[in-house]
Every structure is written in C-alpha cells, then in structure tokens.
C-alpha cells in the first residue's frame, strides 16, 4: 500500500524552503488561517496532554535492560518490581514474543497488574525514506506497530529517521510533509508518532531540524520526542526547550554522559545513568518547569557494563538516579 498523497497545501520556494507567512500559519501561531477543525483540535488537545500535570512520571526504555536478554513480559515484571511509572518497550521484543505464540492481552494484564502505563515505543519503521516502495513498506510496518502498541493500551511512539541509507538526503520540507502523514496515520490508529532526532544523524540529527520537521508538517498532533545524550551529541543547546512546551515535549529520553570520550567520538554505548555524567540535568529539569512541560522522563542507557548486572537491580539503581536528578531540580 503506498502511504498517503504528500502534502501540497502550502508552496514552497524555489530553494525548498517553506514563506514565512506559510511556516507561521504551520507552526499554529496563525492557525485560524491553517484551517484546522475545531473537534480535530481539541482531540488533539487532550491526546497530547501531560500524563499528569504538576509531576514527572518515570519511565524505562527497555534498552536499559536489552543486555540481559529477557522476553518482553520479564522486562514488564522488571518495571512493575522496580517501581516504575511506565514502561517505553521495543518491538524488536514486543514482536518475537508475538511471534513465538505469546499473547498481546497477556502482556497488558502484565502491564495493568503493575499499575505501568505505555507512554511511548521504539520501533524503526522507514517513514522517512526516499524511496516510495520503501516508505509505503515503512507505513505498513508503522501501522503494524501503532496497532500493536495500541493494544497494549499505549498513545505514543518515537519517530525517528531510520532506515535513510548512506548518501541520501532528504529534504526536510520532505521529511515534513511524510511526517504528516504519519501523524495522519497516527490520528487513525489512537497513537502519536513523536519525531526523534538522532544526534549527528544527517537527516534529524538536531533539535532545530526535528523542531523543523514538526513545526512544517501542520499538523495538530506533532511533537517532539528529546533526549539528554543526543541534544548534545547533535551540539545542541538545551535552552532550546523554553521554546517548546507541554504539547511538544511528552516523553523526554533521560540518561546522562561522561566528558571523555569527547563530543565528537561519544557513542550510545558511552551514555551513563543521570547524575554520573556532565550533563546539565537541574538545568535542563528546570527549563521543563519553565514551560509548563512535565514529560515522561524514560531511562534510555545502551551500556554494556550496566548490561552485566541483574536486570532488576539496574533498573532499580536508574530509577533512583532519576528520581535524585529531579529532587535535586526542586
């Protein structure tokens, strides 16, 4: 199936770039003049609200615990045990144990015994790519996946710029309208795709490129999905947040990172729990706060040494890093 026809309601320019006045009709400071419903805002409104306003929710990205090699209901047992708000899982789990006769009903019972919420999922659908076979094949495997989290009783999922192969540039009033398109999508299926920047990735590798994307799509659904180690793996500023606020920043990737490796050479594998690194986290907390945002703060860590400790027990000592951060914001 190929995904839906690209937007064209708003021109652009010879050098690709959206008017101005067009950009600000998108980016919902004239959005009278962008023609968006009411009834389609105020769903929106209420799908994009805070989990609970007044109070960060924490969250395990189960690459955190990806090492220790569980199936998908031992990793929801680990949250549920470790104390956890929420959980932010993978389909490159979620999927086997689907595969392998294991029930989508059986996990949400899992998920809503522990009291966890799915506040977001990882999934690596090529949404974005040139190619239009391979981006039609990119919105089915979205779809498979928005379904599957729906299922499991989650509203959101990282969009981020996989699968654009070495070499390809996509343009980003490109990469904006198939955005939309996901978000139509999304707007269908009862989930959010949140577009995720990569640092240093030539597509979506910063915070002023994802804003971009999301700000050009128009849509009332886009949001931002941030994360301490790539705003600056990507050279980033994190005063970038007090332009944003509680409809784009909904999940927020937490993690911390040291100062050596340099910024240049760092690695995902390089992150380390919050508190342990050099990163700004008071500031970055309090610039939430600022604005009115209270995202669902989700331990995103690919270290291997953590990967060698019993999964609960790192799970645990994350959450208690996180909750430190935060009450060292206060």
């Known amino acids: 199936m190929q995904p839906p026809a690209p937007v064209s309601d708003f021109p652009v320019s010879s050098s690709g770039a959206l008017p101005r006045r067009d950009l600000l009709s998108l980016t919902g400071l004239a959005a009278a003049g962008a023609g968006l419903a009411v009834a389609g805002l105020d769903s929106a409104r209420a799908a994009s609200a805070p989990e609970e306003p007044g109070r960060f929710l ?31 899982p993978w389909f490159r789990k979620l999927n086997p144990w689907v595969e392998a006769g294991g029930s989508l009903k059986d996990l949400k019972k899992r998920i809503d015994d522990h009291g966890l919420k799915v506040t ?53 009033d490109d990469a ?39 700000l050009a799509s128009g849509h009332h659904s886009a949001c931002f999905l941030g994360d ?28 911390d990172y040291p100062a050596d490796p340099p910024r240049e050479t760092i690695r995902d594998a390089d992150r380390v729990f919050p508190g342990d690194g050099i990163a700004p986290l008071t500031e970055i907390l309090r610039n939430f706060k600022a604005v009115g945002a209270w995202p669902v703060l989700s331990l995103e860590l690919f270290n291997a040494d953590y990967w060698k400790m019993d999964a609960l027990d790192c799970a645990k000592l994350g959450l208690e890093k996180m909750k430190a951060a935060v009450a060292a914001a206060e």
């Open 120 to 172: 977001s999922a990882i999934g690596f659908a090529p949404w974005i790519v040139n190619d239009p076979d391979k981006r039609a094949a990119g919105f089915e495997e979205a779809k498979r996946d928005m379904d599957t989290i729906a299922q499991l009783g989650g509203t959101r999922i990282a969009a981020p710029p996989a699968g654009v192969g070495k070499g390809e540039v996509v343009n980003l």
């Open 58 to 88: 924490f969250g395990l990205n189960m690459s955190t615990i990806r090492g220790q090699e569980l199936d998908a209901a031992e990793e929801i047992e680990v949250a549920g045990k470790a104390g956890y708000d929420a959980i932010e």
């Open 228 to 255: 301490v180690y790539h705003t600056y793996k990507g050279g980033c500023s994190f005063d970038s947040l007090l332009l944003m606020g509680p409809r784009a920043l909904q999940t927020y990737h937490m993690n």
């Open 176 to 214: 904006a309208a198939r955005y939309r398109q996901l978000l139509d999508l999304g707007d269908e299926m009862g989930v959010t795709p949140q577009v995720e920047m990569w640092g240093g990735n030539p597509t979506i590798g910063t915070v002023e490129k994802a804003l971009y994307v999301a």
